[in-house]
């Protein structure tokens, strides 16, 4: 068991559930209710990472992070880090390629919220802010469990992303994933068998959470 | 009466005046008093939704302005817009929109914000009790019935709109229509009942013109958008501005003739006949006009005992039509020789009494006092 691996795997997983949410919110809610020009294009932007394999994501992702790109330079001059092989262009790279699993659910919730809900609170003299607290993320709290549980568990398992920016470098971007691919090759049979194992718990139970989570709001309808 | 009367004179109510050629045409002029409740009634489609959610905020007119006492919520002239937030409305929607996921109290307590949170409880609990749901302060919406479910929307609006020292409106969208019609019938009584202990302008949006007649001092009569006629109910059904309001008042008796006579003895012709009327209502002898009588203006003969009141304005033919409603009948006229029948209301033991069926030979009286005449 690969323990560096695996703590790796789950603070990318966290890191990019944590901040993904927020992001997600603020363009799941215009798809859902706004009516502008363009909105096709936006959802077919965010359906994009769904699409496209994997490697061919992490090749123009690792083009674009590197030192001679405009945004790997940057990075390198704002934090003294590179984008590329390292854990932040790992987290950025993982953030990007989330954006459907997290969007998509919370779309799919934000549109089933009836409008006159949200205008019942702004009449009752709730500012958006406390629309969005008090009644719009309660409504949408199936939506906002499933987008935490499918970025959580597709961050674990993503490996052609993480392969092409992060490299497999040890304790700074080798994944569980990846950790997995490396004791095949090294016909360790019996710890890839463990950490496999170990994947497979996780999804499990973040299905059995989901699961338990939307049945209880089911309850409190 | 005059109590209102001097309220309106003061700088508050209701002051609501909109114009908009798209996407839905308006032109829609009403004042309303504190205590004053005025229904919008209208064809469904006629925009009273629409000037509904114009004074809560929730949609702006291209032209006009919405004032509430000393408070200006909406001036286009001045591109002055307040958010829904800072308008204090007590809205109740439709379809109720209550939050699934908040209790009955927390829903009334939601328009209550300004208070500190123990107060909030406290108050929404007595407005839930004023309802008469008691007992119900912890229930789920979904473990409500519709009737309690609109009442809790009452509360709630009652609750925000009346928070500050009742400086908010209230406004129903056609608050009855999604329960049945035993419970409409009950929760109409009560705001009835509950109306008059409110000192805040009231605007009730329906189509159904019994539930008007039952709620408001006054009607405005909306049609695509425009108001067509102000008054009260009696006004808007026995003098109806024109053909237009008479139709959607849902007034039957509309037909043309020619005013006829002198101002001693004003006439209207009619198809060959000559009607006696009270007065010539601003129009001269010779005037092509279109006049209405409303179901009460009509008397049924009692051919086993003619009185004398049988003289004033007779007319015979024969019952096409008697649809029975309870404790009244419905009766249809084809008078001889006038192609659009008269229908009025009868009571049914009359009916019973004289043996009248379809088929038999009828007259009547058209009362002149209930003759109104409007331009053709």
Redesign the interface.
Known sequence: MDSGALILSLKLALATTLLLLPLAICIARPLAWARFRGKGLVDALVTLPLLLPPTVIGFYLLGSFGPHSALGAGWLALTGRTLVFSFDGLLLASLLINIPFAVQPLQRAFESI?G??R?????????PLQTLW??EL??AWPGLASAAVLTFVHTLGEFGVVLMVGGNLDGATRTLSIAIYDKVQAFDEAAAAQMSLLLVAIAVAAVGSLHFLTRKVGR?? | MAERADRADRADGLRVLLQQQAPIPLACQFDCAPGELVALVGPSGSGKTTVLRCIAGLVHAQKGHIRCGEASWFDAAARHVRPPQQRRVGFVFQHYALLPHLSALENVALGLGELPPVARLERAAEWLARVHLAGLEQRKPAALSGGQQQRVALARALARATASNNSGVLLLDEPFAAVDQVTRGKLRTELARLRHELDIPMVLVTHDLDEARQLADRMVVLHRGSSLQEGTPEQLLTQPRNPAVARLMGLTNLFSGVVAGNAATPQLHWNGRRLSIVDFCGFAPGDAVSWVIPPEGVLLHRPDRPSQGDAENPVTGTLRETLRLGSFTQVTLEIFGEPQPLTFAVSTRAIERNGLAPGSIASATLLAQRIHLMPA
């Open positions: 009836p006159e809900a205008e019942a609170a702004w009449c009752c003299g709730l500012s008090r009644v309660p409504l409190r309808g």
